[in-house]
């Protein structure tokens, strides 16, 4: 014991020994410095300056400060601050940070940063904690989280450490979104009991706010958890259609359907059906429906009322109001639509009814409704000849029609006179010194205008004949009065005195031409008649033999 202390003050004498004693031989600043820049310029020597030129420090020197200031930075740093700290250029420290991340697999160099594989460790742990807490995150929330590009949080953190210390699963439709078991029971179960408990069309983004479920979970999750109702679609606006909705629509429109033999597209419609006539056809595949503008009627009503009615209506020559056999909330409208239908898919004869007002009518009640009618156009005619009044009336278009031809013939002669003046002024135009030209010119200006009063005045005259002639109305011998004064005794009868006129309208023009005919007859049956009518048809023939005279005197003259 006593020999190792001897041996420690003899060792601590010859280090202060040391320490006194002074060198004999030194170099300035200035030799240490020639030194260098020789053994630089020979490059027997690597050497960095520093910033400040006060330093020299080498690569390898440099590369274990890099690593030292990464080290003591927890595994990440960045190269603008190394440069700052080391006071070296940033090249420098750039081309260091790419000789270490070269030579040593576990450093990564990107985005002008350092980072080895203890800070992706650490960064592994932390999105594992957050992950654990949230349920689900993406690489995008990584990339803005912790600053890096996102492939290389992809492949080299989330991939790489995936099942290890992440726990956690990979989206299968999105590989950049990461969730957890215990996450996606959750979700299912929300989204479970939320669709149970829907029982109308409710839009996806109502359900997601209520429920506080991503909208790719959701849609992703859907098939799997087997809901009781479809989605329309996938995009924003889409919506969810429980089952019980579905069943709903089609047990009312199946159960009104066999209640009323009919239905109506607003009230399907009010169901939340966008197309009626199609969701018809798909609940009654088999039905022979009559689809109309604004309602399907089924075969039963067409077949044992409708048709059935309009057989009995033939057959008893009678009438029958569709109204009051059809659904009450059936317009007149609808009715029409229903009667023309049925005339066009069933073959039947249009000819045989009239339809007014919802009523049909068989033509032979009609025929027999009128017939007194018949009898008064006869009376009316008979008293018309005898009166008079129908020889005034055959006098008077014998005049109109021989007025219209002379007319005819004067508007002819007119035309002519015109166009033999046109053809004397322009000869006129064509001779004559310069006076003569002035004073012609003159007084064809004044010619013209005259002329082209004239020809005003020819206009308004065949104008005015030619209204005359649309204006004159045909001679009425039955009145519309009249029939509606017959037939309305016995539609008051039948409660149907509001479709009087309406029926009169309908034969006012065959009575009325009935009645014409009838007085024709009249006419030509007595023997002065006849005697008039011979002399009426010599008198008309001496007229056409005149106007054609009239021409060949024209023409000759040409």
């Known amino acids: 014991m006593s020999a190792d202390w001897d041996e420690i003050k003899r060792l601590a004498a010859d280090f202060q020994k ?214 329309t679609s996938k995009q924003a606006n889409a919506q969810y259609i429980p089952h019980i909705y579905t069943k709903m629509q089609a047990d009312w429109v199946t159960s009104f359907y066999k209640q009323n033999g009919f239905l109506e597209y607003e009230g399907v419609n009010k169901l939340g059906v966008s197309d009626a006539k199609q969701f018809i056809r798909k609940q009654f595949p088999n039905e022979d429906i009559l689809y109309l503008k604004r309602c399907a009627i089924g075969s039963k009503i067409i077949d044992l009322t409708v048709l059935s009615s309009l057989n009995e209506c033939s057959a008893t020559k009678s009438y029958v109001d569709l109204s009051s056999i059809l659904p009450s909330n059936m317009s007149e409208e609808d009715v029409e639509e229903i009667f023309e239908t049925i005339m066009a898919r069933k073959n039947a004869t249009p000819g045989n009814f009239v339809f007014l007002q919802s009523i049909v009518f068989s033509q032979q009640y009609l025929n027999d409704l009128i017939q007194p009618c018949h009898e008064m156009a006869k009376s009316k005619a008979k008293t018309a000849v005898e009166s008079g009044i129908y020889q005034q009336y055959l006098a008077e278009k014998q005049l109109s029609g021989k007025s219209s031809t002379a007319q005819d013939y004067d508007d002819e002669s007119k035309s002519d006179k015109r166009e033999e003046r046109r053809k004397k002024a322009a000869t006129g135009k064509a001779g004559g010194g310069s006076q003569g030209r002035e004073t012609k010119t003159k007084s064809t200006k004044k010619h013209q205008r005259g002329r082209a009063n004239v020809a005003d005045s020819d206009d308004e005259q065949e104008t005015r004949a030619g209204a005359g002639k649309k204006g004159s109305k045909s001679f009425e011998l039955v009145k519309l009065e009249d029939i509606v004064n017959i037939i309305s005794k016995t539609l008051e009868d039948e409660g149907l005195e509001y479709l009087s006129d309406t029926i009169a309208a309908l034969y006012h023009s065959q009575l009325n031409q009935t009645a014409l005919a009838t007085a024709q007859e009249l006419f030509e049956a007595t023997p002065q008649t006849n005697r008039r009518q011979t002399h009426a048809a010599i008198q008309e023939r001496i007229n056409t033999l005149l106007v054609d005279l009239r021409l060949y005197e024209k023409g000759l003259k040409v």
């Open 18 to 231: 040391a320490q006194l004693t002074s060198t004999l031989q030194r170099l300035s600043e200035r030799n240490c410095v020639e030194i260098v820049t020789l053994l630089l310029e020979k490059n027997l020597l690597e050497a960095f300056f520093t910033n400040d030129g006060k330093e020299y420090i080498t690569p390898d020197q440099l590369e274990r400060e890099v690593q030292d200031e990464l080290y003591v930075n927890g595994g990440r740093i960045n190269l603008v601050e190394v440069s700052k700290t080391l006071n070296v250029d940033l090249s420098r420290i750039e081309e260091i940070a790419l000789r270490i991340s070269e030579t040593d697999p576990e450093i990564h160099f990107m985005l002008g940063q350092l980072i080895n594989e203890q800070y992706i460790t650490h960064i592994a742990e932390e999105v594992n904690e957050r992950l654990s807490q949230k349920g689900e995150i993406t690489v995008s929330d990584l990339t803005q989280l912790f600053d890096l590009p996102s492939d290389f949080l992809q492949h080299d953190v989330m991939e790489k450490h995936l099942g290890k210390i992440i726990r956690g699963r990979q989206d299968t439709s999105n590989p950049r979104v990461f969730f957890t078991q215990s996450y996606i029971q959750r979700c299912k179960a929300k989204i479970r009991g939320a669709l149970k408990a829907i029982t109308r069309p409710t839009n996806v983004a109502t359900i997601l706010q209520q429920i506080n479920v991503q909208e790719k979970t959701f849609h992703s999750l859907f098939d799997e958890i087997a809901p009781a109702g479809q989605v």
